[in-house]
């Protein structure tokens, strides 16, 4: 049998600003069954940079996050803009203002969907080599991050305790280990 897709019967915004454009959807199954509403939310894209150093350290930060109401460690990320659509460069740009450190030219890791039953977005993820800082951090005014610098070891030491939560993070790290195992052999 083959899976269809939903047909959209039809779509009423319940709010859209800045982060959030909320949609109820009225759709019909491949049976006839119709659900409604269904709520997806229409936002941006992001990037997210695993940045390694010269020395083969990783850059991480740690920051607040309100949805979890905790600390966390993540890798560098943010949202793209209406005018990114060069995603490693934006992925470069972010690793700069959130950490201060550049490197080599990004390399595509992967493009995941972080919630693919109700958020519309994708993470365009990345491995940036050869870093090293070479300027302060520039945060945006609702930043507050440090940043950390850790060891393989203690990055995987970290994954394996269950230190890093953020789901697409731990996915781009999975990538980048695999990359950088293969471009070691």
Same mark, same amino acid.
């Given at each position: 049998?083959?899976?269809?897709?939903?047909?959209?019967?039809?779509s009423?915004?319940?709010?859209?600003?800045?982060?959030?454009?909320?949609?109820?959807?009225?759709?019909?199954l491949?049976?006839?069954?119709?659900?409604?509403?269904?709520? &997806?939310?229409?936002i941006?894209?992001?990037?997210?940079?695993? +940045?390694?150093?010269?020395?083969?350290?990783?850059?991480?930060?740690?920051?607040?996050?309100?949805g979890t109401?905790?600390?966390?460690?993540?890798?560098?990320?943010?949202?793209t803009e209406?005018?990114?659509?060069?995603? +490693?460069?934006a992925?470069?740009? /972010?690793?700069?203002?959130?950490t201060?450190?550049s490197?080599?030219?990004? /390399?595509?890791?992967?493009?995941? +969907?972080?919630? +693919?039953?109700?958020?519309?977005?994708?993470?365009?993820c990345?491995?940036? %080599?050869?870093?090293e800082?070479?300027?302060?951090?520039?945060?945006?005014?609702?930043?507050?991050?440090?940043?950390?610098?850790? %060891?393989?070891?203690q990055?995987?030491?970290?994954?394996e305790?269950n230190?890093?939560?953020q789901? &697409?993070?731990?996915a781009?790290?999975?990538?980048a280990?695999?990359?950088l195992?293969?471009?070691r052999?």
């Amino acid at each position: 049998m083959a899976i269809l897709p939903w047909k959209l019967l039809s779509s009423k915004t319940i709010i859209k600003d800045k982060w959030i454009d909320l949609h109820a959807d009225s759709c019909q199954l491949p049976d006839g069954t119709v659900i409604e509403p269904f709520y &997806v939310n229409h936002i941006s894209d992001f990037v997210v940079a695993v +940045a390694v150093t010269k020395d083969h350290d990783f850059i991480m930060i740690r920051q607040y996050r309100h949805g979890t109401k905790q600390i966390l460690l993540e890798l560098p990320a943010g949202c793209t803009e209406s005018s990114d659509a060069d995603f +490693a460069a934006a992925a470069a740009r /972010e690793l700069l203002e959130e950490t201060g450190f550049s490197g080599n030219q990004p /390399e595509f890791l992967c493009k995941i +969907a972080p919630n +693919a039953t109700c958020i519309s977005n994708f993470a365009h993820c990345y491995l940036i %080599t050869g870093c090293e800082r070479t300027s302060d951090q520039l945060l945006d005014s609702t930043e507050d991050l440090e940043v950390v610098v850790l %060891t393989e070891d203690q990055l995987k030491k970290a994954l394996e305790s269950n230190d890093i939560v953020q789901a &697409v993070h731990v996915a781009a790290l999975y990538y980048a280990f695999q990359r950088l195992s293969v471009s070691r052999s």
